[in-house]
């Protein structure tokens, strides 16, 4: 069945460093990919997503392209800030009101 | 971005009671709602998906007697802990999606601790 492994964590940085967190999957078909972001305490928050290959998902200065030939979804930003750690997930799907697929998620620290 | 509300936040229960959870559309009409749970430092574990006036569909190894799911109307699904165990203290969450969407919304989550 489909599938998400994305890198273990946790990922601990200093403020204003550069953010990478690998996510790779496996799918019969042509998934759309997302990643989630969860804040201490909170539920989930759609962080941005890509529908279809080489599309590029972004929002609040990240960023992840679909990668269809690597089968890859990384997450990056520029620049972090203290306010970013949390835990990230990727997730799949194969089409509309089905269940996502969810990696095991990673945290991330960010210090000042 | 649409909201789903999730109440209550955190309850605490006694061993043997039930609880009930509810999943609210607020802004949108939600076809299907689904329910994780989530384990401490864990990803999120589908346990089922339901359709509005429909029965729940359960995820293999999720007892559906034991964790009875409504979705009665297109802005609300209940999950209910009956009997609760001590196991069964987790961080509940729901999520819900319109027809025709490609995005589900998350409610916050309630965190159960049974004693």
């Known amino acids: 069945g489909d599938s998400v492994t994305q890198m273990e964590g946790p990922v601990t940085l200093s403020e204003e460093a550069f953010l990478t967190i690998n996510c790779t999957y496996t799918a019969t078909g042509y998934p759309s990919l997302f990643w989630y972001v969860q804040y201490p305490g909170e539920g989930l928050q759609l962080l941005l997503k890509?529908?279809?290959?080489?599309d590029k998902g972004s929002n609040k200065g990240f960023e992840a392209t679909y990668r269809k030939e690597t089968t890859s979804f990384h997450l990056e930003k520029g620049s972090v800030q203290v306010s970013d750690s949390a835990v990230y997930f990727c997730?799949?799907?194969?089409?509309?009101?089905?269940?996502?697929?969810f990696g095991k998620g990673t945290r991330l620290s960010v210090i000042a | 971005g649409a909201v789903v509300s999730q109440h209550p936040s955190w309850v605490i229960c006694k061993s043997g009671t039930s609880v009930k959870i509810e999943c609210r559309s607020l802004d949108f009409q939600a076809t299907t709602m689904f329910w994780y749970r989530q384990f401490p430092k864990q990803s999120l574990m589908l346990m089922a998906t339901s359709n509005e006036g429909s029965k729940a569909t359960y995820e293999q190894g999720v007892e559906k007697d034991k964790f009875l799911i409504n979705h009665a109307s297109l802005t609300l699904s209940t999950l209910t802990v009956t009997s609760a165990h001590p196991e069964d203290s987790s961080f509940y969450i729901c999520?819900?999606?319109?027809?025709?969407?490609?995005?589900?919304?998350f409610g916050a989550g309630t965190r159960l601790s049974v004693l």
């Open positions: 890509a529908t279809k290959a080489d």
């Open positions: 999520s819900a999606e319109g027809s025709g969407k490609n995005i589900q919304y």
């Open positions: 997730a799949l799907r194969d089409s509309g009101n089905t269940p996502l697929v």
